[in-house]
């Protein structure tokens, strides 16, 4: 080939070019123009563009260059148009992620306008949307100017927040259909979340108007939204989505043009997995099952009926497309025999047009008379083109790597910002620390243990600052008043974030972790959580960090960190700090010091959009006041307040080193002047921080004027020796007015005479439901409402560590974790969905997409049935959960849904079965634990390792027998507040342990093996294959029935063996079974019934009963202990289930094994279905 040769290809997309608008339309009768096609069509021009340039001789080929560079640049500029008309739809977006709000897939040839309504078609492509940002990226950085001015730079940047949380984002993907059933249900796709993050890793620090450009043309991309999608694009690869275990869309995010996956192992297993289920004699299918334009597929129907798919079952039709791919893979990974293989097989079944041009088809369909043949031998029969030809996608591709495999372009030509180097080892990364003493009393304590710590006026002049500023900061990133674009909602920053420094203003900011903010949740609270939650920022610093410098971590050491007795630093914290000094902590390598000597190594970011211009202010002051009052009044996103505040606070901060300094030559009465009038300022700055929500004002603030403790009015007296008393309380009586009625003034003076921190919860808990959190007290004046009191209360309450109130008291405040939702989508994005509350349905609610915060949480209060402490326990085990399986996600293997509420319940079994005590005494343990001890538990149980306590250690477990009698005596007050929280739901399935855990728990040698069914039914955790081997015995059976519920052979139909949809459908009915131990053995002996798929029989019955099978086997278990004279109150059956008690606790293999009598119950169910001699039963 020459550069002629391919530029004759060009000739079509010259002719089909809008002169208008630049966009190329789907085909010459339909004027619609689809953002994926013209990004993929329009890459053979730009990559012809590049081989002129390079190999321009001529003033005629310098020309051509050029003529092709402008067409790029207007079909690029043409779908920013249609963006800009739309830029409503991204504001909304950004905030709703709904379908109703999203950018159009396509528009108007002609106009840049839509051409079918919201509803009416699967817009919500992230991938699409990803693709047109990458390669604005990639051009831009070749030398091609697309974006012109600082409204289409805000715009760019919008469209960065528009697909930032593209990891937890359902979408309709890149075949437009969402679930493979193409019934419009959106699913979470590997395809867009690769292109998403490919899109935001090219387009960070990218300077849009080029070499010419200036800082206020440069667009940001958070690095822990970009690590959001590497981490689930880890755990779902080589699946594409919950319905498509596989899929040749993928091949764009793992080679080009994407290059999203960073580890060569999952890149090659992906690649491998196509090839071997997708790959036929001309090309690949797109995904099993995939019924588009077969033969059999009904043209007048939009949608198809579940139990359809199975009849496009090895006739899917193969697209060459795919084969493009593969050759540009090969030229990327440097294998020509792969290049060589493809382009000869591409080669031998393409389509000769006019003047011998070789053009691409659509795809290969099985002609209509030989369905049967090759369903029933795939792969030959001669197909027949079908769709469009050439397929302009598919066209493009295949020129680009005419003109990377015949030597006109090098591969970095096309690929300016290096992201074919994705899967190349990093090096290292050394993590560093610097610690930030409160004050010069806790530097001083460090000292004397060997640590070096700094204070925040030994750190000056660089400003340390909470991460919530950091939020408030980069929300005003890409606001835009002409253009009503709002900016970056406002969300939390993650720890690559805040591992950084930043130039504001000509001020260096570095900014405190997030988890070390303990007036959002309680969590922060626990110095071993602190503790725990450094390790795992720690290391995930070290697999994570992808930026130019060393992450730089800012720690501060606060007196929430000192023992009880606030004379000594914490233990664990101390521990903590000693090992960060030796270099190594959690797997991860550290190196202590000062901030100022790390700012030569560390990563660096200039936010030049925060730079105050004083003439932008004086000249334009009053027109950007009054556009910033129209769009108060008219978007509601966009609040005025938020950014005078912001802007307030920062000029406000940044003006105090030159306030500090009064000058000595002043009179007596301009000193005082002066100084009052500093005073005021910085109380000023105070009030201002605390409108932004930042707490802890004196650790950011660089002045001693509020480091002095002082005493500040408190809610009542207090006395720590009264909480600690053991003795049993006396019951409270409340006190009554005329009518009978509850007499709130005088219980307000209760209150206030109280001395007791669990008396005061109760009375505020009376208040709370009685007169509600804005009802005033006026316990010291006008303004102490109740919410302000259980403020206060739970201050307190944090400084003593005493987490059944804390808890409680969090409750009622209506306190959630910051980052619930985000741990909610990690969960979600692992594959994993959640039910809130306890069984059975509907109180259990179950969680299959990601949500937003205030959505989430009502739909957990309502899960709870308003339980405020349930609630609360909730968020506290998600969030551990998602800790969980960011660090340990083995420990989640074969497990597809998690009931906290089930989950809770286990915990409480765990403790009683420990501490051998009651329900309500382990209920009130674990109320009673530390954030630490209960996530130390639930990972215990996660792992399935004995959990035992000690009597002699709290530190080292999470209660006593004696210690749960001393929490229970001591929260005999509370009492009342725990019976009306309902904390007895807890207990419930305390129930199920009756007289088998009374006999069992005598010895430690029994109840292991009911233990570990009794987790197992709870974590929803089967053997591996489990799923897969369900399928197969339902192709031979009608179907399973559990406890009345069907699961159907028709099953099969819809649903291959290896999609996550299929095993959560199984899920879902084994579900129906409220008791853990009982649905195990219904999974048991499902298992037994799955061996059966290997016997070579055509059908083993109609509807097979499961619970029937295991009730069989209780029975023959039954008979033969009795025979062997077992004793009476052993041989105990359920009275809900009818099971014989003891054989949850048998062992599974053994003479006397669950499995040995399940097998002979199965075999005993379906014999006279099976062939002669296929199972023989002792």
Same mark, same amino acid.
């Given at each position: 080939?020459?550069?002629?040769?391919?530029?004759?290809?060009?000739?079509?997309?010259?002719?089909?070019?809008?002169?208008?608008?630049?966009?190329? @339309?789907?085909?010459?009768?339909?004027?619609?123009?689809?953002?994926?096609?013209?990004?993929?069509?329009?890459?053979?021009?730009?990559?012809?563009?590049?081989?002129?340039?390079?190999?321009?001789?001529?003033?005629?080929?310098?020309?051509?260059?050029?003529?092709?560079?402008?067409?790029?640049?207007?079909?690029?500029?043409?779908?920013?148009?249609?963006?800009?008309?739309?830029?409503?739809?991204?504001?909304?977006?950004?905030?709703?992620?709904?379908?109703?709000?999203?950018?159009?897939?396509?528009?108007?040839?002609?106009?840049?306008?839509?051409?079918?309504?919201?509803?009416?078609?699967?817009?919500?492509?992230?991938?699409?949307?990803?693709?047109?940002?990458?390669?604005?990226?990639?051009?831009?950085?070749?030398?091609?100017?697309?974006?012109?001015?600082?409204?289409?730079?805000?715009?760019?940047?919008?469209?960065?927040?528009?697909?930032?949380?593209?990891?937890?984002?359902?979408?309709?993907?890149?075949?437009?259909?969402?679930?493979?059933?193409?019934?419009?249900?959106?699913?979470?796709?590997?395809?867009?979340?690769?292109?998403?993050?490919?899109?935001?890793?090219?387009?960070?620090?990218?300077?849009?108007?080029?070499?010419?450009?200036?800082?206020?043309?440069?667009?940001?991309?958070?690095?822990?939204?970009?690590?959001?999608?590497?981490?689930?694009?880890?755990?779902?690869?080589?699946?594409?989505?919950?319905?498509?275990? +596989?899929?040749?869309?993928?091949?764009?995010?793992?080679?080009?043009?994407?290059?999203?996956?960073?580890?060569?192992?999952?890149?090659?297993?992906?690649?491998?997995?196509?090839?071997?289920?997708?790959?036929?004699?001309?090309?690949?299918?797109?995904?099993?099952?995939?019924?588009?334009?077969?033969?059999?597929?009904?043209?007048?129907?939009?949608?198809?009926?579940?139990?359809?798919?199975?009849?496009?079952?090895?006739?899917?039709?193969?697209?060459?497309?795919?084969?493009?791919?593969?050759?540009?893979?090969?030229?990327?990974?440097?294998?020509?025999?792969?290049?060589?293989?493809?382009?000869?097989?591409?080669?031998?079944?393409?389509?000769?047009?006019?003047?011998?041009?070789?053009?691409?088809?659509?795809?290969?369909?099985?002609?209509?008379?030989?369905?049967?043949?090759?369903?029933?031998?795939?792969?030959?029969?001669?197909?027949?083109?079908?769709?469009?030809?050439?397929?302009?996608?598919?066209?493009?591709?295949?020129?680009?790597?005419?003109?990377?495999?015949?030597?006109?372009?090098?591969?970095?030509?096309?690929?300016?910002?290096?992201?074919?180097?994705?899967?190349?080892?990093?090096?290292?990364?050394?993590?560093?620390?610097?610690?930030?003493?409160?004050?010069?009393?806790?530097?001083?304590?460090?000292?004397?243990?060997? /640590?070096?710590?700094?204070?925040?006026?030994?750190?000056?002049?660089?400003?340390?600052?909470?991460?919530?500023?950091?939020?408030?900061?980069?929300?005003?990133?890409?606001?835009?008043?002409?253009?009503?674009?709002?900016?970056?909602?406002?969300?939390?920053?993650?720890?690559?974030?805040?591992?950084?420094?930043?130039?504001?203003?000509?001020? /260096?900011?570095?900014?405190?972790?997030?988890?070390?903010?303990?007036?959002?949740?309680?969590?922060?609270?626990?110095?071993?959580? /602190?503790?725990?939650?450094?390790?795992?920022?720690?290391?995930?610093?070290?697999?994570?960090?992808?930026?130019?410098?060393?992450?730089?971590?800012?720690?501060?050491?606060?007196?929430?960190?000192?023992?009880?007795?606030?004379?000594?630093?914490?233990?664990?914290?101390?521990?903590?700090?000693?090992?960060?000094?030796?270099?190594?902590?959690?797997?991860?390598?550290?190196?202590?010091?000062?901030?100022?000597?790390?700012?030569?190594?560390?990563?660096?970011?200039?936010?030049?959009?925060?730079?105050?211009?004083?003439?932008?202010?004086?000249?334009?002051?009053?027109?950007?006041?009054?556009?910033?009052?129209?769009?108060?009044?008219?978007?509601?996103?966009?609040?005025?307040?938020? +950014?005078?505040?912001?802007?307030?606070?920062?000029?406000?901060?940044?003006?105090?080193?030159?306030?500090?300094?009064?000058?000595?030559?002043?009179?007596?009465?301009?000193?005082?002047?002066?100084?009052?009038?500093?005073?005021?300022?910085? +109380?000023?700055?105070?009030?201002?921080?605390?409108?932004?929500?930042?707490?802890?004002?004196?650790?950011?603030?660089?002045?001693?004027?509020?480091?002095?403790?002082?005493?500040?009015?408190?809610?009542?007296?207090?006395?720590?020796?009264?909480?600690?008393?053991?003795?049993?309380?006396?019951?409270?009586?409340?006190?009554?007015?005329?009518?009978?009625?509850?007499?709130?003034?005088?219980?307000?003076? *209760?209150?206030?005479?109280?001395?007791?921190?669990?008396?005061?919860?109760?009375?505020?808990?009376?208040?709370?439901?009685?007169?509600?959190?804005?009802?005033?007290?006026?316990?010291?004046?006008?303004?102490?409402?109740?919410?302000?009191?259980?403020?206060?209360?739970?201050?307190?309450?944090?400084?003593?560590?005493?987490?059944?109130?804390?808890?409680?008291?969090?409750?009622?405040?209506?306190?959630?974790?910051?980052?619930?939702?985000?741990?909610?989508?990690?969960?979600?994005?692992?594959?994993?969905?959640?039910?809130?509350?306890?069984?059975?349905?509907?109180?259990?609610?179950?969680?299959?997409?990601?949500?937003?915060?205030?959505?989430?949480?009502?739909?957990?209060?309502?899960?709870?049935?308003?339980?405020?402490?349930?609630? /609360?326990?909730?968020?506290? !085990? *998600?969030?551990?959960?998602?800790?969980?399986?960011?660090?340990?996600?083995?420990?989640?293997?074969?497990?597809?849904?998690?009931?906290?509420?089930? !989950?809770?319940?286990?915990?409480?079994?765990?403790?009683?079965?420990?501490?051998?005590?009651?329900?309500?005494?382990?209920?009130?343990?674990?109320?009673?634990?530390?954030?630490?001890? *209960?996530?130390?538990?639930?990972?215990?149980?996660?792992?399935?390792?004995?959990?035992?306590?000690?009597?002699?250690?709290?530190?080292?477990?999470?209660?006593?027998?004696?210690?749960?009698?001393?929490?229970?005596?001591?929260?005999?007050?509370?009492?009342?507040?725990?019976?009306?929280?309902?904390?007895?739901?807890?207990?419930?399935?305390?129930?199920?342990?009756?007289?088998?855990?009374?006999?069992?728990?005598?010895?430690?040698?029994?109840?292991?093996?009911?233990?570990?069914?009794?987790?197992?039914?709870?974590?929803?955790?089967?053997?591996?294959?489990?799923?897969?081997?369900?399928?197969?015995?339902?192709?031979?059976?009608?179907?399973?029935?559990?406890?009345?519920?069907?699961?159907?052979?028709?099953?099969?139909?819809?649903?291959?063996?290896?999609?996550?949809?299929?095993?959560?459908?199984?899920?879902?009915?084994?579900?129906?079974?409220?008791? @853990?131990?009982?649905?195990?053995?219904?999974?048991?002996?499902?298992?037994?019934?799955?061996?059966?798929?290997?016997?070579?029989?055509?059908?083993?019955?109609?509807?097979?009963?499961?619970?029937?099978?295991?009730?069989?086997?209780?029975?023959?278990?039954?008979?033969?202990?009795?025979?062997?004279?077992?004793?009476?109150?052993?041989?105990?059956?359920?009275?809900?289930?009818?099971?014989?008690?003891?054989?949850?606790?048998?062992?599974?293999?053994?003479?006397?094994?669950?499995?040995?009598?399940?097998?002979?119950?199965?075999?005993?169910?379906?014999?006279?279905?099976?062939?002669?001699?296929?199972?023989?039963?002792?």
């Amino acid at each position: 080939y020459s550069l002629t040769d391919n530029a004759i290809y060009m000739v079509p997309y010259d002719i089909l070019q809008d002169p208008v608008t630049g966009l190329l @339309p789907g085909d010459e009768t339909l004027p619609h123009a689809w953002v994926r096609d013209n990004v993929y069509c329009i890459l053979s021009v730009w990559a012809l563009s590049l081989a002129y340039r390079k190999n321009a001789d001529r003033d005629e080929d310098k020309a051509k260059a050029y003529e092709l560079e402008q067409s790029v640049v207007k079909l690029m500029r043409g779908l920013l148009q249609c963006t800009i008309r739309q830029l409503d739809k991204v504001e909304k977006f950004k905030y709703s992620k709904s379908t109703k709000d999203c950018l159009h897939a396509k528009y108007h040839t002609g106009t840049c306008a839509t051409v079918v309504g919201d509803q009416e078609w699967g817009h919500l492509q992230v991938d699409a949307t990803s693709i047109f940002m990458l390669f604005l990226a990639q051009m831009t950085a070749s030398g091609l100017k697309i974006v012109y001015t600082r409204d289409e730079v805000d715009v760019v940047q919008n469209l960065i927040f528009y697909i930032e949380s593209a990891y937890k984002v359902a979408d309709f993907g890149m075949w437009e259909r969402g679930d493979k059933t193409n019934t419009g249900i959106p699913e979470i796709n590997a395809s867009s979340i690769g292109m998403a993050k490919a899109a935001l890793e090219a387009l960070d620090g990218l300077n849009l108007f080029g070499a010419k450009g200036g800082p206020e043309s440069v667009v940001h991309s958070l690095a822990d939204d970009i690590q959001h999608c590497q981490s689930i694009l880890s755990s779902m690869l080589p699946r594409a989505s919950t319905s498509k275990e +596989v899929d040749a869309g993928v091949l764009s995010i793992i080679s080009y043009p994407a290059f999203a996956v960073e580890d060569i192992d999952i890149v090659n297993i992906t690649k491998e997995e196509i090839i071997s289920k997708l790959q036929g004699r001309y090309g690949c299918c797109r995904f099993l099952r995939d019924g588009h334009k077969t033969p059999r597929e009904d043209p007048n129907r939009l949608y198809y009926e579940s139990s359809e798919l199975k009849l496009f079952e090895n006739i899917e039709c193969e697209w060459p497309l795919f084969w493009t791919y593969l050759i540009l893979d090969g030229v990327f990974i440097n294998s020509p025999e792969q290049v060589q293989e493809y382009r000869e097989a591409l080669d031998s079944i393409l389509i000769r047009g006019k003047n011998g041009l070789r053009l691409v088809p659509e795809l290969y369909s099985v002609p209509p008379d030989k369905v049967d043949e090759e369903y029933v031998n795939p792969h030959t029969v001669e197909r027949v083109p079908v769709g469009k030809c050439p397929l302009k996608w598919g066209q493009s591709l295949y020129i680009l790597g005419n003109l990377l495999a015949e030597g006109f372009l090098a591969a970095g030509e096309i690929d300016p910002l290096n992201r074919r180097l994705s899967t190349v080892p990093k090096p290292d990364v050394v993590v560093q620390v610097s610690l930030l003493a409160e004050n010069d009393e806790i530097k001083q304590r460090l000292q004397s243990h060997g /640590i070096d710590a700094e204070t925040l006026e030994d750190v000056h002049p660089i400003r340390v600052q909470p991460s919530r500023v950091l939020s408030h900061i980069y929300a005003r990133l890409g606001r835009n008043q002409r253009l009503g674009l709002t900016g970056r909602p406002y969300r939390r920053i993650g720890v690559l974030g805040t591992s950084k420094f930043y130039i504001i203003r000509n001020t /260096i900011f570095t900014f405190t972790p997030q988890f070390v903010d303990h007036h959002e949740f309680y969590l922060a609270l626990d110095n071993h959580m /602190i503790v725990e939650m450094l390790r795992i920022d720690l290391s995930y610093l070290c697999s994570r960090w992808r930026m130019t410098g060393r992450p730089t971590i800012t720690f501060p050491i606060s007196h929430s960190m000192l023992t009880d007795d606030h004379k000594q630093i914490d233990p664990a914290v101390l521990a903590t700090l000693k090992k960060l000094q030796d270099g190594y902590f959690g797997g991860a390598r550290v190196k202590t010091g000062k901030l100022s000597a790390f700012l030569d190594t560390s990563c660096c970011a200039h936010l030049t959009f925060m730079d105050y211009s004083e003439q932008h202010d004086f000249h334009f002051k009053d027109l950007i006041i009054f556009f910033l009052f129209c769009w108060k009044v008219t978007n509601k996103h966009f609040c005025l307040d938020e +950014v005078d505040d912001l802007a307030v606070y920062l000029d406000q901060l940044l003006a105090v080193p030159q306030q500090s300094l009064i000058s000595a030559t002043k009179g007596g009465l301009s000193r005082f002047r002066a100084a009052a009038k500093k005073t005021q300022e910085m +109380v000023s700055l105070v009030h201002k921080a605390r409108e932004l929500n930042i707490h802890n004002v004196h650790m950011y603030l660089p002045t001693k004027l509020f480091l002095l403790s002082r005493p500040s009015p408190t809610v009542m007296t207090f006395s720590p020796a009264k909480a600690s008393e053991t003795q049993a309380p006396q019951p409270m009586n409340l006190p009554r007015d005329n009518n009978g009625g509850i007499d709130y003034p005088a219980l307000v003076q *209760m209150l206030k005479q109280s001395q007791n921190l669990q008396d005061q919860t109760d009375i505020l808990y009376i208040l709370f439901k009685d007169k509600g959190m804005d009802w005033d007290t006026k316990l010291h004046g006008k303004g102490w409402t109740v919410r302000r009191l259980l403020s206060d209360l739970y201050e307190m309450a944090g400084n003593l560590k005493h987490w059944g109130l804390i808890r409680m008291i969090c409750g009622m405040l209506r306190k959630k974790v910051e980052e619930l939702d985000a741990a909610c989508s990690d969960l979600l994005i692992h594959q994993k969905h959640l039910t809130v509350g306890l069984p059975p349905e509907p109180r259990e609610k179950t969680i299959s997409a990601p949500m937003p915060p205030d959505k989430l949480t009502r739909l957990i209060d309502e899960a709870s049935e308003n339980n405020l402490t349930i609630a /609360i326990l909730t968020q506290e !085990i *998600m969030v551990f959960l998602a800790m969980s399986i960011r660090t340990q996600p083995k420990i989640f293997s074969e497990m597809f849904r998690l009931r906290i509420g089930l !989950i809770l319940q286990v915990m409480v079994t765990e403790l009683a079965q420990s501490l051998n005590c009651s329900g309500e005494e382990a209920t009130e343990s674990l109320m009673n634990m530390s954030p630490s001890e *209960m996530k130390n538990l639930l990972v215990h149980i996660l792992s399935g390792k004995e959990f035992g306590v000690q009597k002699s250690d709290m530190s080292k477990s999470s209660s006593t027998k004696t210690e749960v009698k001393v929490a229970s005596k001591q929260g005999g007050d509370i009492k009342l507040v725990r019976k009306c929280l309902g904390l007895g739901q807890l207990c419930l399935n305390m129930m199920a342990i009756g007289s088998l855990g009374a006999t069992l728990m005598r010895d430690s040698r029994h109840g292991q093996w009911l233990r570990r069914r009794r987790l197992d039914g709870a974590l929803n955790r089967v053997p591996v294959g489990f799923y897969q081997n369900v399928w197969k015995i339902l192709q031979k059976c009608h179907g399973l029935s559990i406890e009345g519920f069907v699961l159907p052979s028709s099953t099969t139909r819809e649903m291959t063996p290896g999609e996550i949809k299929f095993a959560v459908h199984v899920e879902t009915v084994l579900n129906r079974v409220p008791q @853990p131990e009982y649905r195990q053995l219904l999974v048991e002996a499902i298992l037994v019934l799955t061996m059966l798929a290997e016997v070579d029989v055509q059908s083993v019955g109609g509807v097979i009963q499961v619970e029937r099978i295991v009730q069989m086997a209780s029975d023959m278990f039954y008979n033969d202990q009795k025979e062997l004279g077992a004793d009476e109150s052993l041989l105990e059956r359920d009275h809900v289930t009818g099971i014989c008690r003891l054989m949850y606790d048998s062992a599974p293999s053994g003479r006397f094994g669950s499995m040995t009598y399940l097998s002979k119950a199965v075999a005993s169910y379906v014999e006279d279905f099976l062939p002669s001699g296929a199972c023989a039963v002792q």
